[in-house]
């Protein structure tokens, strides 16, 4: 069924039973690569924060978790300015660092997470995300781990807003046309 959020109109894209899988899938093979050390799992908020909690609860060796806050967009679409509003304040020097994002776009959070972590001495910057938009993407910096390749149209839910809404739908919708 539709649902209108503000001004705009959005159909059911992704189920929670899909979702679900693909955020297990991640937790399995991240679990398999680093199951020996103890990686640090930053959750880039405010959109990542529902895919991190499903996360951890499916990764099941030991970790730690933190999260650091950078927003980039306005209504629909990227300012190419991505700003830090709340940072880490742990030291990370020689740790695995495994970014979790709810979604890369065109890459400009990625990239500006990458500088700020390289500065930092860490050992591994992975970075795991639940939807990747390929058509969007515009950088060079690789995509560690992969959930769910979509089509480059503005979704909403499980984490992801349109002005402040929809973030707390249990499962994934697209803008209509
Ligand atoms: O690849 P990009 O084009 O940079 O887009 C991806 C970023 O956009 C969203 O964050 P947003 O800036 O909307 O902030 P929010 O997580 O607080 O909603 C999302 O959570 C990613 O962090
Ligand atoms: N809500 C939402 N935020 C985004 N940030 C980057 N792409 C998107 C998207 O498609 N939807």
Redesign the pocket.
Known sequence: MEIKLHDKYFVPFISAQELDFAIQNMAKQIEDDFAEEIPVFVG?????FMVVSDFMKHYTAPCEVSFI?????EGTS?TNE?KQLIGINQDLTGRTVIII??????????EELKELFKKQGVKHFKIATLFFKPE??KKDIKLDYIGIRIPNKFIVGF???YDGLG?NLPEVYQLKD
Do not use: C
């Open positions: 880039v908020l405010n959109g990542a806050k950078m927003a980039s967009y990227s991505v994002e709810d979604i890369v776009d065109t890459g400009n959070t990625v969007a993407y984490g992801l807003d973030r």
